[in-house]
């Protein structure tokens, strides 16, 4: 895999006293209250914190899913606030890659199929585009996995399958939500020296954890509470 | 990716599938069947017409052809004063009415008798022996079911008269007439019994000899662009009698028959609605199982009007699938009530109610697009408002 960031470049993701708030059952929750943070190039930046202080909030926040309600983002150093709805969908598709705790591969896709997604939606040609799904099901150590649909892999399988879909376009930044959540201690270690790997290869990484020990692998720790950063930890 | 996702996703149950397409192609099918009504008759009547080949027919003032036994008289003349336009190429004229008939020592039956001149016989098609002759004037030619009902058959003699004298148990003023032909009778009713013989001997035994009268006159143009103008001219010019170009007779014969195109309309629109029930249900229903898929592709960064252009698409893939199912079985069906329908008693034999025209199929075929993009309509627009990190916080916590 070849990073597509170099470290000179403006940081994938940079906010500055970013607030979100929403509306549940008539009442405002804030999810987000004045963070701060700036996601290198090269940042392996893991967020951990007790359930409902906003981890996921900010993971989508910073991954361009969701926007803040105050307060200054920057993607690549361009301004969010000036960013329509397409922007951002195109900032996703070709700069961002996702995996949630849920793996959420669709059903009736085979692996491949489902990491030709954003290859796809981006317009590779057919021959490029089967080249890489390939070699990215190679990279996650499911090359001979390719023709399988996900209900006939395991949750480690499927979650290796996830990430290579978020990989397979070589995103400058890879966020993920809880990629342990739904599995073993054997699997989860797998899939945190996948992560590890992707790293190494350049590309930077935010992910939210409950697990400490997966917590424990990345080279920073954001500790969050109440909807604020209280403990930035290099 | 839209086409391949949208088939993917239809044939991930396949079951679903299925079942929807059989309703959405039963749909289609009154939907097509409805069309087919709609102007079936019409377009029926059209084809008899042109096959029979006349471009003008003149009936007396106020009717259509054959619609009653209303005559004009002096036809002979008005027949010969029309043939004399450089335009018309001939003049065949026509006699109809009830008469009786029956053979030696056998019981009377009432018949239709028309009188028309060789070589203009296309109202009727010779299924057996020969057509009527000039040079036979005692000659006739008899429907299939007359033949059958009186037991005679070519060759034998046959006796005809206007009158039947019921306490005598007779014909009044019988002519005899030799079978020399048996024949299908196009606008022949289901219950009816046909003769045909020449013109003034129609009249001879109609009592219409003596004024020259005359049902109807068929005209064959050198050119049918005319038609309309002919038309226009032989009223002017003859007062008594009514013209109709063909397009003006099926305009006619529409204006009575407009509670089957008010019938079609209903029932098409119920199917449409129907149509559009269905395919938006399996569709809203589909969408609410995947709406964690589709967040998780606004994620990938697939644009919002790619994932709402994939729920119109699969609304229209649905209509698509449901295409063969629509046609088959509303060829079926049409075919069926056409049979049903042809059963009433004044049908004429060679129209039907049920007519596959492209017209037919390319509105059906329009219609069912339509449908299906407006069955897309409601869950597009759900779709088109998701919201990607509601939507995943929401799955994750179902």
């Known amino acids: 895999m070849t990073p597509s960031t170099a470290p000179l470049l403006p940081p994938p993701a940079a906010a500055q006293d970013v607030a979100k708030d929403y509306r549940l059952d008539g009442e405002t929750v804030h999810a987000l209250r004045g963070v701060t ?12 914190g007790p359930s409902g202080c906003g981890k996921s909030t900010l993971l989508h926040v910073l991954g361009a899913v969701d926007v803040p309600t105050a307060g200054q983002l920057r993607f690549f150093g361009r301004d969010a606030t000036t960013m329509t709805d397409a922007d951002r969908t195109a900032l996703r598709l070709r700069a961002f890659g996702f995996v949630f705790q849920r793996f959420f591969l669709l059903p009736m896709l085979t692996a491949a199929e489902n990491v030709s997604l954003p290859l796809r939606e981006a317009g590779s040609p057919k021959r490029e585009r089967d080249a890489r799904v390939l070699e990215t099901l190679d990279y996650v150590g499911l090359g001979h996995r390719a023709r399988h649909k996900p209900g006939q892999m395991s949750g480690g399988e ?44 350049g590309t930077a990484v935010v992910l939210v954890t409950h697990n400490i020990d997966l917590a424990a692998r990345a080279g920073r720790r954001l500790t969050m509470r109440d909807g604020r950063i209280v403990e930035d930890h290099s | 990716m839209i086409g391949f996702l949208a088939r993917k996703g239809l044939f991930r149950h396949r079951t679903r599938t299925l079942l929807a397409v059989l309703g959405v192609g039963i749909s289609g099918a009154l939907l097509l069947d409805m069309q087919m009504l709609s102007r079936g008759l019409q377009v029926s009547l059209q084809r008899v017409l042109r096959d029979i080949g006349y471009e003008v027919r003149v009936t007396p003032r106020g009717t259509l052809p054959f619609e009653t036994e209303a005559s004009f008289a002096g036809g002979h003349a008005i027949a010969a004063a029309i043939a004399a336009d450089p335009r018309v190429e001939r003049v065949a004229p026509v006699l109809g009415g009830t008469a009786y ?75 005899a007439y030799t079978v020399r032909g048996l024949a299908d009778f196009r606008f022949d009713l289901r219950n009816q019994r ?71 309309l209903v029932l098409g629109g119920v199917s449409l609605v129907v149509c559009v029930l269905l395919v938006g249900t399996i569709i809203t229903l589909s969408l609410g199982e995947r709406i964690g898929e589709m967040a998780i592709l606004r994620a990938l960064g697939v644009r919002r009007r790619r994932i709402v252009g994939l729920v119109m698409v699969e609304g229209l893939l649905l209509v ?63 779709v088109s408002r998701l919201r990607i990190a509601t939507t995943l916080h929401r799955e994750v916590m179902g």
């Open chain 1, 37 to 48: 943070m700036t996601v290198a190039g090269n940042d392996f930046v893991a967020i951990i």
């Open chain 1, 158 to 201: 499927q979650q290796r399958v996830a990430i290579a879909r978020a990989l397979v376009h070589r995103p400058g930044l890879l966020l993920a939500d809880e990629p342990t959540g739904e599995l073993d201690e054997t699997t989860g270690n797998q899939i945190a020296a996948l992560l590890e790997r992707v790293h190494a290869g």
């Open chain 2, 101 to 175: 008939a029956a053979r030696s020592g056998g019981s009377a039956q009432p018949v239709f008798i028309y009188g028309m001149d060789p070589p203009t016989e296309t109202l009727w098609r010779i299924t057996a022996g020969q057509s009527l002759d000039a040079a036979t004037p005692a000659g006739a030619v008899l429907s299939v079911a007359l033949a059958r009902d009186l037991g005679i058959g070519l060759g034998d003699t046959l006796y005809v008269a206007r009158g039947f004298s019921a306490a005598l148990g007779m014909l009044e003023t019988p002519r």
């Open chain 2, 194 to 264: 046909s003769l045909a013989v020449l013109t003034r001997e129609a009249q001879t035994v109609r009592g219409a000899l003596e004024r020259d009268e005359l049902s109807m006159l068929v005209i064959a143009l050198h050119d049918r662009a005319t038609s309309d103008a002919v038309a226009v001219w032989i009223r002017d010019r003859f007062p008594q009698v009514e013209a109709y170009s063909v397009r003006e007779m099926l305009d006619a014969v529409q204006g009575q028959l407009a509670y089957f195109n008010l019938f079609s």
């Open chain 2, 320 to 382: 698509v699938l449901s295409l063969p199912v629509a046609f088959g079985a509303g060829r079926v069906i049409a075919f069926w009530l056409d049979g049903i329908l042809r059963q009433a008693p004044s049908i004429p034999s060679d129209l039907h109610f049920f007519v596959l025209t492209a017209r037919a199929a390319g509105r059906t075929l329009l219609l069912l697009f339509v449908a299906g993009a407006l069955a897309g309509v409601y869950p597009a627009w759900l």
